[in-house]
């Protein structure tokens, strides 16, 4: 006879109450009906299907993606005294086969499995593992609207007609209405019972700076680092050099700070994450794998040193920040240079259409001016009542003005290069540059030459980022990333609508603010 959900809470996870929906998620699970739970980062997924597992006869079947992390979730358990073990193409048969014998013998409860091992030796693996459940982790990664699809997942939809009668559980930390929709459909989930945690982090500070050289980043982020001594932190790059250059910067300045990447061995980065977790390392300069999995929950501050490819990854990196519940802190750098790039690997990659979609979501974000967790929850459908007063919208309310003859300005030399040009370009000519590629195409005749000198090159690209923002502007992305009039932008430049600017924020007072604090 199994115990009771709370007596396997305190006996193997040693914790003296659930949180907040786990308890009925388990017992939805247990009387057998399928749920799906969406839960941030952190929030106590696990434990979700780890205890009805060891509530239900038979095995618990866990499919989860990622072999690398496959290893370190069942040495957790078993060091829980839970019998767990897993099973993937990284194991030779030998071993496999042990596992199974194993299974079959009923000394395993929970076996974890890579989806594209289980589908490809289903029949034996069920005839060795009796399943009591299947719980499917990273859930999104069925579906296409989601912005982690693995191809791999897709067979996983079959398993539901195969075992009629156990429950199915799917967990995910992020997915949008469609996600979630799709992960239902697709995984033929029956009348499934739907779990919704806050997403709701009011611990985090969110804040975003615009438009900032690399150079300038690292002498900020070293300030930043001086600022918060001991304090452990983590940095997101987009590129494996990139957090190599960032980490060698930063230990040239004295900071006890390491990379992890996935060009790296598994040893080397299994010892980076050790040592941060030891609080050996104070601050990881990372690509997006860092940290998925790993338990570290005095983690003070994230920075993403360019811009993440889209909002679901951003609120899971900032995520890791700030589980203990006390203030962390989280700062978004976004500059043109990082959106055009992933314009580009969006356009060029295999769901471009998603991709690009998911890169203009996060992109407003960070150009907007209203409360940023408003624009982060409202993403994951929950809405937030009052302004968060923890973001530096909120912090720093924005001022508008009347922008019309400045918009003006670039609208008219848009047009004058036949709206073939990019925004580098466009801010050149504006700005009454005399480079060799000016003087080539003869713009340096233009009217509009040096119309804008009195507005430096990167308060333009802010400007023209509004304008996109705005609809005034719209960039071809299929002609070079060309910047073209829009509709209602043809009506500013011919006079017959106003256009109103949000002022931009002045970095440097910024910066003082932060010495304050
Ligand atoms: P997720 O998979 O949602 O990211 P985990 O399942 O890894 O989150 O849980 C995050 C942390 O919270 C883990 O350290 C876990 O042991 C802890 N935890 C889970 N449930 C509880 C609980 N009821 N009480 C206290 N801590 C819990
Ligand atoms: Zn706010």
Redesign the pocket.
């Known amino acids: 006879m199994a115990l009771p959900a709370h007596e396997i809470?305190k006996k193997y996870?040693g914790?003296?109450?659930?949180?907040h929906q786990?308890e009925e998620i388990i017992q939805k699970i247990v009387s057998g009906k399928d749920v799906l739970v969406l839960?941030?980062?952190?929030?106590?997924?696990?434990?979700?299907y780890?205890v009805p597992a060891l509530m239900l006869d038979g095995i618990c079947i866990v499919i989860s993606p990622l072999i690398s992390l496959m290893k370190d979730q069942v040495d957790a358990l078993k060091s829980n005294g839970i019998a767990a073990a897993y099973l993937n193409s990284s194991q030779n048969y030998k071993e496999q086969q042990e596992i199974l014998d194993s299974c079959y013998r009923k000394e395993i409860a929970l076996l974890y499995v890579s989806p594209e091992k289980l589908i490809s030796d289903l029949t034996t693996i069920v005839q060795m593992a009796k399943p009591s459940m299947f719980a499917i982790?990273e859930a999104h990664c069925i579906s296409a609207w989601g912005h982690d699809f693995r191809p791999e997942y897709i067979q996983l939809g079959l398993l539901r007609e195969k075992f009629s009668h156990i429950p199915f559980v799917a967990?995910t930390?992020t997915a949008d209405k469609v996600t979630r929709k799709d992960i239902i459909k697709q995984l033929n989930l029956k009348n499934p019972e739907v779990f919704v945690s806050s997403f709701d982090r009011q611990n985090l500070s969110l804040e975003v700076r615009i438009g900032i050289k690399p150079k300038q980043k690292l002498i900020e982020i070293i300030s930043f680092i001086r600022k918060h001594r001991n304090q452990s932190g983590i940095i997101y790059c987009l590129s494996r050099n990139k957090c190599e250059d960032v980490t060698s910067a930063l230990i040239e300045a004295g900071v006890n700070a390491g990379f992890y990447h996935a060009g790296m061995s598994s040893a080397a980065r299994a010892k980076v994450q050790e040592d941060f977790i030891n609080d050996e390392l104070q601050v990881v300069c990372a690509t997006i794998a860092f940290g998925m999995?790993i338990?570290k929950?005095n983690v003070r501050w994230v920075i993403h040193f360019n811009l993440p490819k889209n909002m679901e990854g951003y609120y899971q990196e900032i995520g890791r920040a700030g589980?203990d519940g006390l203030p962390s802190e989280t700062i978004l750098y976004y500059n043109y240079a990082d959106l055009t790039m992933l314009n580009k690997f969006a356009a060029e990659s295999g769901q471009a259409e998603i991709n690009l979609e998911k890169l203009k979501r996060i992109q407003h974000y960070a150009e907007a001016d209203i409360c940023r967790r408003k624009i982060l929850l409202n993403y994951f459908s929950e809405n937030l009542e009052d302004n968060c007063g923890n973001c530096d919208v909120c912090k720093n309310p924005r001022r508008h003005f009347d922008g019309t003859i400045l918009v003006q300005k670039a609208l008219s030399a848009i047009a004058r290069m036949e709206e073939k040009e990019g925004a580098m370009m466009v801010i050149d000519v504006l700005r009454g540059s005399m480079k060799a590629e000016i003087m080539q195409a003869g713009y340096n005749k233009l009217k509009t030459h040096g119309v804008g000198s009195e507005i430096s090159a990167f308060d333009w690209q802010r400007y023209l980022m509004q304008m996109l923002n705005l609809g005034i502007l719209e960039m071809a992305y299929d002609e070079n990333f060309a910047l073209k009039i829009t509709d209602r932008g043809k009506e500013i430049l011919f006079g017959k609508r106003k256009a109103e600017l949000t002022a931009l924020q002045p970095i440097v007072r910024k910066e003082k603010k932060q010495e304050l604090r």
């Open positions: 809470l996870f914790y003296d109450h659930f949180r786990q839960m941030p980062t952190g929030g106590g997924k696990s434990v979700c780890q982790d967990l930390a999995g338990d929950s589980r």
